[in-house]
């Protein structure tokens, strides 16, 4: 995983690459494609209608290239040599379309669709104000300040989405997934080897689903939580600083209860781990660390 500071700084130098500028007029509905890349490329959205690409592939400069709507920034050199240090600049409104394979990438101030696959390489995602979808191999996924709905994944990395609006989900292979600060009617977030933080609101009608093989869950959440929760673990501990009465048994270690209003759903399932439900602020009245434990364990 690319440390934060080194990650910031190779897209400053990206950001600050002073070659000739490539400059192509776009119309509402292009969309823009960078494909099978290596390196470091730093995406901004400013105000002109206008797509720019500073940057070289090698020692090639890079070039635009138009299918219909579909823009695609390539090399002059040979095929072989895409390793490339680019800034690129684009019309807020503008689809992205980016697959890398070993590649480190910033996008900021996109509000188009945003599409992101890669192999490794860490992808950071900020003020999106459309659809993102993010896919890496090895590599952290990163996405601050989004108003539509995220989809992020890594297989041997975290997972981080801070201040998300839209519907989430979040798959880990062998990394955390931390959700914070998320203001989201529905949350589904899947772990196999690491563990799963949440913070943010529950939603009246929301619905949020966590499950995980090997790993703990700890959700922080308002102290006056309305939401139907269900928890399953096989070989685990329930805590909860809420007071918990639980309505129904099943298997053992599967129960239910609800907390307020049951204006929510909320879903927990974890093979092997810690479930902690706290309450944002201070310990529930009426809680305690052990309130669900017992259940959990009949």
């Keep these: 995983m690319t440390s934060v500071p080194s990650f910031a700084l190779a897209l400053a130098l990206a950001a600050a690459v002073q070659t000739p500028d490539t400059v192509v007029a776009v119309n509402r509905g292009d969309r823009v494609v960078l494909e099978g890349v290596s390196g470091v490329v730093s995406v901004t959205a400013w105000s002109r209608d206008e797509l720019e690409v500073r940057g070289t592939s090698g020692n090639a400069p890079l070039r635009v290239t138009r299918a219909g709507a579909t823009l695609r920034i390539e090399s002059d050199g040979p095929r072989r040599r895409r390793s490339l240090e680019a800034s690129i600049r684009v019309p807020a409104w503008i689809d992205l379309e980016i697959g ?16 992101v696959a890669n ?47 839209g519907s989430i989900e979040a798959h880990s292979g062998d990394g955390d997934i931390v959700l914070d600060a998320v203001e989201s009617m529905s949350v589904r977030a899947e772990a196999q080897d690491g563990d799963v933080i949440f913070s943010g609101s ?46 129904s048994f099943s298997a053992g270690r599967e129960f239910d209860f609800v907390l307020g209003q049951g204006s929510a759903v909320i879903e927990i399932e974890v093979f092997d781990g810690e479930i902690r439900l706290m309450s944002r602020g201070g310990r529930g009245a009426g809680g305690g660390a052990g309130a669900g434990t017992g259940a959990g364990r009949r």
Excluded: N
Aim: no cysteine; aromatic share 6%; proline share 3%.
């Design 119 to 165: 192999v490794s390489g860490d992808v950071r995602i900020q003020d999106a104000g459309g659809t993102v979808d993010v896919r890496s191999i090895r590599g952290e996924v990163v996405v601050v300040d989004a108003t539509g709905a995220v989809r992020a994944s890594s297989q041997a990395d975290d997972v981080t989405l801070r201040r998300i609006s």
């Design 100 to 115: 890398g394979s070993a590649l480190d990438l910033g996008v900021e101030g996109v509000d188009g669709a945003i599409r």
């Design 202 to 247: 529950v939603l009246d009608g929301g619905e949020y689903g966590f499950y995980l093989h090997d790993g703990d869950v700890t959700l922080e959440v308002p102290p006056t939580l309305s939401a139907r929760v269900h928890v399953s673990t096989f070989d685990g501990e329930f805590s909860s600083e809420f007071p918990v009465r639980v309505e």
